[in-house]
């Protein structure tokens, strides 16, 4: 009988499980800004060029406005404004990132404005930091770490932070409860 190749094992997990933690993770990557950032690729439904966006009144600037994808409604956030920056100019390479944000049992798509996505990638866990206390031209807590590529850094987004729904609702109320003090 031949031998039995076995796999080192994390006490109490499977084996499985254990190779799973060390799998390298697949992320799209995009620039912004002249930086490159990254999301994990089972956030992306999909990537469409960046067409008519219809504006909405009274919205934080970085909501740039919503898109009719196949008869749903899916809010657009221009993630350069979003970050504290400037406002995305739009380019011929501009695209608009669907993702899917879980929420509890809900599920909500949101365009990512991006200047341009670039690749999938795929990064071990050993190649990844945490992300930087301080330093970095966006909120910490936006990062959830910094992918080690080729000898350069990727910034790899924590999406739902970046994303948070409540967030944007409650940001959504305050722009409406502004309106509403004016008149």
Excluded: W
């Excluded at 254990?18 to 950032?37: S, V």
């Excluded at 504006?55 to 919503?66: C, H, K, L, N, T």
């Excluded at 100019?89 to 501009?94: E, H, K, L, P």
């Amino acid at each position: 009988m031949g031998q039995v190749a076995t796999t080192p094992v994390k006490a109490g997990v499977p084996a499985t499980a254990a190779a799973a933690d060390n799998a390298p993770q697949q992320y799209l990557t995009f620039t912004l800004g002249g930086e490159m950032f990254a999301v994990a690729i089972l956030n992306v439904k999909e990537i469409i060029e960046y067409g008519t966006v219809t504006e909405i009144p009274m919205m934080p600037p970085f909501i740039r406005g919503v898109i009719n994808l196949r008869g749903a409604v899916v809010p657009v956030i221009d993630l350069s404004c979003r970050f504290g920056g400037k406002t995305t100019q739009v380019a011929r390479r501009t695209c608009i990132v669907i993702i899917e944000l879980n929420e509890g049992d809900a599920k909500h798509d949101i365009g990512v404005m991006v200047d341009a996505v670039s690749e999938v990638l795929e990064i071990a866990p050993s190649e990844i930091e945490p992300a930087p206390a301080f330093g970095a031209k966006i909120r910490t807590d936006f990062i959830s770490g910094m992918g080690k590529v080729n000898g350069k850094f990727v910034i790899i987004l924590s999406i739902d932070r970046v994303l948070s729904v409540e967030e944007i609702a409650l940001l959504s109320q305050v722009g409406e409860g502004a309106a509403g003090e004016t008149h």
